[in-house]
């Protein structure tokens, strides 16, 4: 059974760090690429964060840029993504996907097929 979960959200002042966990079971994970994405409430899904098969290639989007960090263990099916710097628009819930068919770090939402249930992020101002 082709499991993803998220851990390590929660809630953190402005400028802290908060450092999220995706553990993945069921198939050969370290064959393909791994994304973080988030919603906020009233707003759609969107890209944050994703890194390829072998760890060596990352792609971020604009508004992290600089200050979140993506990282895999194949070893141990484990992702992460360090959060430094946290503003009050990253407040979001935090998915953890999968792709099923490539393993560049791709953006697009719909080379994911695998997807978790989400971790709730809130930055206070």
């Known amino acids: 059974q082709v499991q993803v979960v998220e851990s390590g959200g929660g809630l953190v002042q402005a400028g802290g760090s908060l450092r999220l966990s995706c553990a993945a079971s069921?198939?050969?994970?370290?064959?393909?690429?791994m994304g973080w994405f988030r919603q906020a409430p009233g707003k759609e899904r969107e890209f944050v964060a994703s890194?390829?098969?072998?760890?060596?290639?990352?792609s971020y989007a604009d508004s992290v840029k600089g200050r979140f960090t993506i990282s895999r263990d194949n070893a141990k099916n484990m992702v992460y993504l360090q959060m430094n710097s946290l503003k009050p628009e990253d407040t979001a819930v935090y998915y953890c996907a999968g792709s099923g068919t490539t393993g560049q770090a791709v953006s697009t939402m719909s080379r994911y097929d695998y997807w978790g249930q989400g971790t709730q992020v809130t930055v206070s101002s």
């Open positions: 890194i390829s098969r072998s760890g060596v290639s990352t």
């Open positions: 069921g198939r050969t994970w370290g064959s393909y690429a």
